[in-house]
């Protein structure tokens, strides 16, 4: 992470997209942008999991390199170069499957209870092992785009700083993001205990 630029003037390269994309929640270019990122993610999510698992990588890498993958397409979304990817499903496979090789760390994200976590429902300490007991992968699945990104970043630790970083992003959006994903999270498991959803 790098260390925060005390006392130099901001390196203009550092904003990757107009003020107006990353400031306005209700921008209508993200608002296509997240569209087409919900259907690339809503056709290729299971794909690009088969086809690293044929590869030999445990569920842990295959997350992270799904999850990098779809946000390198993010990118391309916002920068308007999706169009050129002339077949996205084979992209998204090697892109995940080049950062799965070239990952030689030990994974950042935490192991999770799959069980529900009662106080999860009621309170309003949001702390990173309520986020935990929350976020579970058939959780995650109920969630839109954006929301699913910065959830799945959240459970691999990253900060709302690195998350706007890789996001292209406000940090207050990242805040957003995330109340919004836990208020869909929590009507998930409500609706889940009372029997409405599969579990």
């Known amino acids: 992470m790098p260390e925060p630029l005390l006392g130099r003037a901001p390196d203009p390269?550092?904003?990757?997209?107009?003020?107006?994309?990353?400031?306005?929640?209700?921008?209508?270019?993200?608002?296509?942008?997240?569209?087409?990122?919900?259907?690339?993610?809503?056709?290729?999510?299971?794909?690009?999991?088969?086809?690293?698992a044929t590869k030999g990588y445990d569920s842990a890498a295959i997350e992270d390199a799904r999850?990098?993958?779809?946000?390198?397409?993010?990118?391309?979304?916002?920068?308007?170069?999706?169009?050129?990817?002339?077949?996205?499903?084979?992209?998204?496979?090697?892109?995940?499957l080049r950062h799965a090789s070239r990952s030689n760390s030990p994974a950042r994200r935490r192991e999770l209870p799959l069980a529900l976590h009662e106080q999860a429902l009621t309170t309003d300490d949001f702390s990173e092992e309520v986020i935990a007991d929350l976020i579970t992968e058939e959780a995650i699945r109920?969630?839109?785009?954006?929301?699913?990104?910065?959830?799945t970043m959240d459970r691999d630790g990253f900060t709302s700083h690195e998350m706007a970083r890789c996001l292209s992003i406000s940090e207050q959006k990242v805040r957003d993001l995330r109340k919004r994903y836990l208020k869909q999270l929590r009507r998930f498991?409500?609706?889940?205990?009372?029997?409405?959803v599969g579990g």
């Not at 969630?143 to 959830?151: E, H, K, N």
């Not at 409500?190 to 409405?196: D, F, I, V, W």
Request: glycine share 6%; net charge positive; aromatic share 10%.
């Open 189 to 196: 498991f409500l609706k889940q205990s009372a029997g409405e």
């Open 67 to 96: 999850q990098y993958a779809f946000i390198q397409s993010w990118g391309k979304m916002k920068a308007g170069d999706w169009h050129t990817i002339e077949n996205p499903g084979a992209w998204l496979k090697k892109v995940a």
């Open 13 to 52: 390269r550092a904003r990757r997209s107009p003020p107006s994309i990353q400031n306005d929640v209700h921008s209508p270019m993200e608002n296509e942008c997240t569209d087409q990122l919900e259907h690339v993610m809503n056709m290729h999510f299971g794909a690009i999991g088969r086809y690293l």
């Open 142 to 151: 109920s969630l839109d785009p954006m929301s699913r990104i910065v959830a």
